[in-house]
């Protein structure tokens, strides 16, 4: 029972359509009633057991695809967090009071992601249809007027494989993008150099998804008079396309905070020149600079999520004193807004991209308050760990949906 005095377990057990809970290991949690007796398995034969030692392949058919197909379903909902509807599956199964006899079965299966508080994949709800005797009609030829309805829903199923079998060329298709992807962006950010005597640690981790990859960048470049330009950037789309603008927004901030007076003149050039490169509208930014003559940090941001500025006490100020819309956001161009934060020895900055903080279903503010939770908890450890401590408390177990870049620079 909760809050809106409704019991949601009798809610589950009392659903007309068949209904599994799956841990991300596949494992049983929980199944309602309507699934035990449309599977004809009891409680105990399925709860707490491994979904494919309750429901193998069926060995005497070569080509049975079924538990393959289904794999690869739960798997993507768990990585990525999406829903994800099926094709028609042809599924045999075994009756367990007649074992050996396995019997011709189809299935129309939808898995959907539950989420736990921290906008992690917690369980996997596994929806699935019968459909056995809509494909038994389609294959009777002759069927009666009162069958011509079904056999029309059945012939669905031939269109629905060519589908799936679109969608795997496809899926192959991303996945070559994927790799061709990846390795230019390695190309185009390599691992930061020494910065004297200062110590950084950068962490990039692509997204779990063959779409979604090579939007993001980081940026390190010494400057006179003991001070360094650090940025982060995400271009708004993925793949191939993102790389190559990427690259581009790269190389003009990396050229521009060189020679700019500040955070905000360099993004002032580099927005003028976004208006020019198709793709790199909407692109987001945060530069900072940092001195370490008055230990002060000068920063300026189009549009990005916060910088975090970890002090030595374990407190944490987030750097929103001069937040500014996307590259390209406005139709004309306006100068971009300067801040500036002190620092003392010992403090740690960390700029991020979104990936690192932002899950679905929830505002980022909660993702904010995770970061800061993370920073206090290991204040006091250097870069490289910090690095280290931050992914391990805020990436999710499978992976992100969307790409994180991550810097540490020790203050």
């Known amino acids: 029972m909760n809050g809106s ?9 009392a659903l007309p359509g068949p209904v599994a809970l799956l841990t991300t290991d596949l494992v049983y949690a929980d199944v ?5 007796s449309m599977t004809g398995r009891t409680r ?11 429901f193998p392949d069926n060995p005497g058919d070569p080509d049975a695809s079924g538990m393959r197909n289904l794999l690869a379903s739960l798997r993507r909902v768990a990585e990525t967090g999406e829903r994800d509807t099926m094709a028609l599956q042809r599924y045999d199964v075994v009756d367990p009071s007649t074992p050996g006899v396995w019997e011709e079965r189809y299935w129309s299966p939808v898995n959907t992601p539950v989420f736990d508080e921290d906008g992690k994949v917690a369980l ?4 699935v249809e019968e459909v056995t005797e809509l494909m038994r009609a389609r294959g009777r030829g002759g069927a009666a007027d009162g069958d011509r309805a079904r056999v029309l829903e059945a012939e669905l199923y031939t269109r629905a494989r060519e589908l ?13 993008e994927h790799e061709v992807a990846l390795s230019l962006q390695a190309a185009m950010l390599p691992a930061p150099g020494p910065i004297g005597e200062r110590s950084a640690a950068v962490r990039y981790r692509p997204a779990v998804g063959a779409l979604n990859v090579c939007g993001d960048w980081y940026d390190l470049a010494e400057l006179p008079g003991e001070r360094l330009a650090v940025a982060v950037g995400d271009v708004v789309g993925h793949g191939l396309a993102a790389a ?3 690259g581009q927004l790269r190389s003009a901030l990396s050229a521009a905070s060189r020679v700019a007076t500040g955070p905000a003149r360099a993004l002032d050039v580099l927005g003028l020149y976004a208006r020019s490169v198709e793709g790199a509208e909407s692109t987001t930014v ?3 600079v940092v001195d370490w003559s008055d230990r002060t940090l000068t920063y300026s941001s189009a549009g990005h999520p916060p910088a975090a ?3 030595p006490d374990g407190t944490v100020e987030f750097l929103d004193g001069a937040t500014d819309p996307p590259l390209g956001a406005r139709p004309e161009h306006v100068a971009r807004p300067q801040a500036a934060a002190a620092f003392t020895a010992g403090a740690s900055l960390v700029l991020y991209t979104d990936g690192l903080v932002e899950r679905r279903h929830e505002d980022i503010d909660r993702g904010l308050r995770r970061l800061a939770g993370s920073l206090a908890r290991h204040h006091g450890a250097g870069p490289e760990p910090l690095a280290d401590a931050i992914l391990a408390d805020l990436m999710p177990s499978g992976g992100a949906t969307d790409d994180t870049a991550l810097i540490v620079i020790g203050l």
């Open 309 to 311: 500025l970890l002090h």
């Open 32 to 36: 309602n009633d309507s699934f035990l």
């Open 164 to 176: 799936q079998e679109l969608n795997e060329q496809l899926r192959r298709a991303h996945a070559r």
């Open 44 to 54: 105990d034969q399925v709860v707490g057991r491994y979904i494919f030692d309750v």
């Open 244 to 246: 190559g603008v990427m």
């Open 286 to 288: 945060f530069l900072a």
């Open 5 to 13: 005095g409704i019991d949601y377990e009798v809610v589950f057990r």
């Open 124 to 127: 996997i709800l596994h929806r």
